[in-house]
């Protein structure tokens, strides 16, 4: 595409500085954080059906709580995320979609970021999508004014779901409250920066390193080492088709002597 305003970066988001030099001018932030994925639905009946496969259990697979506990800890990563992307002081208007259904990923999340800074506000409805007539729920902490903000589907209105929101800055960066929760950050444990893995995935996706593991490494659960499996790619060498010679080497054979019988 040609495109030389775009530099991409393997990074973690949340370890960047906002204050370095290299990202301090940045105004526009698109952030599509890691979710539950509930809104796809073709993705999601595959991990689901493979986790069944591979369960011992399944009426183990969904557990009410289980689930409850992922997309809390989902919506604390997501959150810290869209409050991360605003510490950057020069940032003028936030992008937050995800492609999930739940409402503790999207309108919940809105809300505690709204509760937990002054800074931005929710882009008015008109800058959002107006034309989409399904808006969000006001049942997780936004009011009927704020759940008009955002835009949610589901997959009945002929898509895939997902949600999107948009924040656009009110005030200044407040530069002293941005260092003092860097330095906050800075001694927080790294794992909490990253998001939470999905089991059922984890369970589902095959093991790539198998094959590479040689005798060395056992598997889980006491198994034995992995053998090395015979190669059978050469072609077995044919069977001699030498017909042995009728004639002795060095030494010629005596002549047959004929009898010839009496008349």
């Not at 309108?107 to 929710?122: D, K, M, N, P």
């Amino acid at each position: 595409a040609q495109c030389k305003i775009i530099e991409a970066k393997c990074a973690n988001f949340l370890e960047l500085d906002p204050l370095d030099p290299e990202y301090a001018s940045v105004e526009f932030a698109l952030l599509d954080p890691s979710c539950s994925g509930s809104g796809i639905v073709n993705r999601m009946d595959v991990l689901v059906d493979s986790y069944i496969a591979l369960s011992q259990d399944a009426d183990q697979v969904a557990k009410p709580e289980t689930d409850k506990a992922r997309l809390a800890s989902l919506a604390e990563f997501q959150t810290s995320i869209v409050l991360h992307a605003m510490r950057f002081p020069n940032i003028k208007r936030i992008s937050y979609s995800t492609c999930s259904v739940h409402e503790e990923e999207n309108e919940a999340v809105v809300a505690r970021v709204l509760a937990a800074q002054s800074e931005f506000a929710l882009a008015p409805r008109d800058q959002v999508i107006p034309s989409w007539p399904r808006r969000g729920l006001k049942s997780s902490g936004l009011t009927e004014e704020q759940a008009a903000c955002v835009v949610r589907t589901l997959p009945e209105d002929g898509t895939n779901g997902f949600f999107v929101a948009g924040f656009v800055r009110q005030t200044p960066a407040d530069l002293n409250r941005i260092r003092e929760e860097l330095r906050a950050l800075a001694n927080t444990d790294k794992s909490a920066m990253l998001p939470p893995k999905d089991d059922a995935e984890a369970e589902a996706a095959p093991d790539m390193d198998a094959p590479y593991r040689g005798n060395k490494r056992k598997a889980a659960g006491g198994a034995k080492p992995v053998k090395k499996e015979k190669r059978h790619d050469k072609k077995p060498k044919p069977a001699s088709a030498v017909v042995p010679s009728t004639k002795s080497k060095g030494k010629k054979r005596p002549k047959r002597k004929e009898s010839v019988a009496d008349a």
